[in-house]
């Protein structure tokens, strides 16, 4: 009964490959997130989703490219892998905006590019 | 511009000793301020957030942040720690505006040693 969970937890790809990240959460959420962390633990939101609208798209390379089926799931696609995007890439969701109740995030997903 | 600074990269304390872990803002206007943990190949978790009222907001786990407006401060403390709170804390900062987004600190590593 994960509230967020993420799929996979770890990819190790070559440069150059496409990619893609699930998320799906079962709390009747109705915005989903993507944020990033870096080696140094530093978080930045990525895109943000509202009843499958795009809310926030921050300054994020046009190969990242996020999709929402539903207000349930919001997945990342990545295109032509970089070396730079090895990161944590979590997924989180909020009840309304985030600043009212504040997030519950997924585990994470470890995203090597060899 | 909005943003969180969390001056100590890491907070060594004893156990059954207090601690306190430091995060200051900056905002225009009224800030939403939050504090998350996360421990290793996890997602972060919510531990606390303040709005409005009484300055001294109570989470999770025993913990608990004292909002001070004139210091622009949202710091962290437990009367006495444990080894098990050893984690990644992240303050953050929301503002009610158009367009915004939350903020993160740059996370405190708290070491409680046995």
């Known amino acids: 009964d994960t509230a967020v969970s993420q799929t996979p937890k770890y990819l190790v790809t070559q440069m150059g490959n496409d990619k893609s990240i699930k998320c799906e959460q079962n709390?009747?959420?109705?915005?989903m997130y993507w944020y990033k962390q870096d080696s140094k633990k530093f978080l930045k939101i990525m895109f943000s989703?509202?009843?499958?609208?795009?809310?926030i798209n921050e300054t994020v390379p046009n190969r990242f490219s996020p999709k929402s089926p539903d207000k349930a799931h919001l997945n990342l696609h990545i295109n032509s892998l970089e070396l730079g995007d090895s990161a944590v890439y979590f997924c989180?969701?909020?009840?309304?905006?985030?600043?009212?109740?504040?997030?519950?995030f997924g585990s994470g997903t470890r995203l090597t590019v060899v | 511009a909005q943003s969180v600074a969390q001056p100590e990269d890491q907070v060594n304390v004893a156990e059954g000793n207090p601690l306190t872990v430091k995060c200051t803002y900056s905002?225009?206007?009224?800030?939403?301020l939050f504090w998350y943990v996360q421990y290793p190949n996890r997602g972060l978790q919510f531990l606390l957030k303040?709005?409005?009222?009484?300055?001294l907001v109570k989470g999770s786990y025993g913990f608990e942040a004292e909002f001070n407006k004139s210091q622009t401060s949202f710091h962290l403390k437990k009367p006495s720690a444990l080894v098990s709170d050893s984690a990644l804390y992240f303050c953050?900062?929301?503002?009610?505006?158009?367009?915004?987004?939350?903020?993160f600190g740059a996370g405190t590593r708290l070491f409680v040693k046995a």
């Open positions: 989180a969701s909020s009840h309304g905006r985030e600043y009212d109740y504040g997030y519950t």
């Open positions: 709390l009747g959420h109705d915005t």
């Open positions: 989703y509202n009843n499958k609208e795009l809310i």
């Open positions: 905002v225009s206007g009224n800030p939403y």
């Open positions: 303040y709005i409005t009222g009484d300055n």
């Open positions: 953050a900062v929301s503002h009610n505006t158009g367009g915004f987004k939350t903020i």
